[in-house]
C-alpha cells in the first residue's frame, strides 16, 4: 500500500487482553501475565515509549484484566483505559443488560469513567435503535468520552451512524477490528465507509494471531500457547489463522526479510506503522506475554518505512493467502467467543 510515513503514522496502543490476577486461570483465558507486580512493568515500558492507550474488555481474563488495572492506580492515571461490552448471549446489548455489563467494568477498574466504550460484537437479536440509545443514555451520564464499534460489518457502521445522527446521540468515532500485512478484508469497503464517517481504526492482531512473529511452525503447535486446541480459545484462535496458506506466506517473507538483514516480526511492525495506509488518528493494538516481547515490538515500531522488495512480499504474500483470509466482521452465525458462565454475573 501506499506509505504513509512523513510523521503522520498511527499511534500505539497496549492490549491486556494478557493481563490477569495472581488467581486467574491460563486455561480458561489468554492470561499469561498474573498479579499486579507483573503487570506494572508493563504498563512502565508503554509509558516509557510515549504511549498512554491500554485496551481491555469485560471478557478479557473473564474479567481480571479490568481488576488488575485497578490495582495500579499510580500507573493508569497516567494512561487512557478502553474497554467492551460482549455479548456472549442474546440481549446483552438491550438497554437493561448493556448498561449492566458497562457498570461492572467501571466497579471493577475501580473508574468513574473511561477514555472508550466499545460494543465488543454485534448482538443480532436487539436493535441497534436499542443499543444507541443505551450508550447515549452512559455517555449523557459523563461515563465514557469516546464511542467504539468492534468486530462489525461496514453496513452496520453506517446503520450505527445514521441511528445516532438522526437521534442527536453521541456519534461512534472509533472501529477496532483485525488488520495485519496477509488480513486485509478491512481495505476495501471497511476504511473507506470509517473514512467517510470521519471515524478512526484500531487495528488489533497486527501480527496475524502471532503467525507473523516467524515463531511457529505449521506441524507443531507448542505447548501451553495461544493455539493449543485443549482450550476452546486456542481451538477459536486457531481456527481463524493457523492455515496451510498462511505459513506459505511466512516462508517466503521469512526469506525476503532475511535478504534485507530483518526479522519477520520487524517488518511486519514496520509495515504496520508506514504502510498500511494508516494515519495518525488510527491506532495499532499490540499485546505481549513477556516485558521483553513487548520492549521489541515497541522498538520495532520506532524505526523507518521498509525497503520496496518487503512491501512488494507482503503484497504477494495477501495475494496468496486472501482466498483463505477471515472476514472482519462477526456474522449473525459466528460462533462466540468462549467464555466461563462466571463472566455471566
Not at 7 to 17: E, F
Amino acid at each position: 500500500m501506499t506509505n504513509h510515513s512523513n510523521g503522520n503514522i498511527p499511534r500505539v496502543i497496549l492490549g491486556a487482553m494478557t493481563f490477569g490476577l495472581d488467581s486467574t486461570s491460563s486455561e480458561t483465558s489468554a492470561c499469561k501475565v498474573r498479579g499486579p507486580q507483573n503487570v506494572a512493568p508493563f504498563l512502565n515500558t508503554l509509558i516509557s515509549h510515549g504511549h498512554v492507550e491500554v485496551d481491555t474488555a469485560r471478557v478479557y481474563g473473564n474479567g481480571d484484566s479490568e481488576i488488575v488495572l485497578s490495582q495500579l492506580p499510580e500507573l493508569t492515571a497516567h494512561l487512557k483505559i478502553a474497554t467492551k461490552v460482549f455479548p456472549y448471549e442474546a440481549g446483552i446489548l438491550n438497554k437493561v443488560n448493556l448498561p449492566q455489563q458497562f457498570r461492572a467494568s467501571l466497579k471493577a477498574l475501580n473508574a468513574s469513567k473511561v477514555d472508550i466504550l466499545y460494543l465488543h460484537a454485534p448482538d443480532y437479536s436487539v436493535p441497534l435503535e436499542e443499543t444507541c440509545k443505551a450508550v447515549d443514555d452512559l455517555y449523557k451520564e459523563g461515563l465514557f468520552e469516546r464511542f467504539g464499534v468492534s468486530n462489525y460489518a461496514s453496513w452496520q457502521v453506517a446503520h450505527i451512524h445514521a441511528i445516532c445522527t438522526q437521534n442527536n446521540y453521541v456519534l461512534p468515532t472509533v472501529y477496532q477490528g483485525a488488520y495485519n500485512p496477509i488480513g486485509r478484508d478491512v481495505v476495501p469497503e471497511l476504511l473507506p465507509c470509517l473514512k467517510y464517517f470521519n471515524m478512526s481504526f484500531y487495528a488489533y492482531n497486527p501480527i496475524c494471531g502471532g503467525i507473523l512473529s516467524g515463531k511457529y511452525r505449521f506441524d507443531h503447535v507448542p505447548e501451553g500457547s495461544r493455539y493449543e486446541s485443549s482450550s476452546p480459545l486456542g481451538k477459536m484462535i486457531r481456527g481463524m489463522y493457523w492455515n496451510k496458506a498462511n505459513f506459505e506466506a511466512v516462508a517466503s517473507l521469512t526469506q525476503v526479510a532475511t535478504t534485507l538483514n530483518l526479522t519477520l516480526l520487524e517488518a511486519t511492525l514496520r509495515w504496520m506503522r508506514h504502510h498500511s495506509g494508516l494515519t495518525a488518528r488510527d491506532g495499532i493494538l499490540i499485546g505481549a506475554s513477556t516485558v521483553a516481547q513487548l520492549e521489541e515490538s515497541l522498538t520495532e515500531l520506532d524505526k523507518g518505512p521498509l525497503p520496496e522488495e518487503m512491501v512488494k512480499a507482503f503484497d504477494e504474500a495477501w495475494d496468496h493467502v486472501k482466498m483463505f483470509s477471515q472476514s472482519y466482521f462477526r456474522g449473525e452465525n459466528a460462533a462466540a467467543i468462549p467464555i466461563l458462565k462466571s463472566q455471566k454475573e
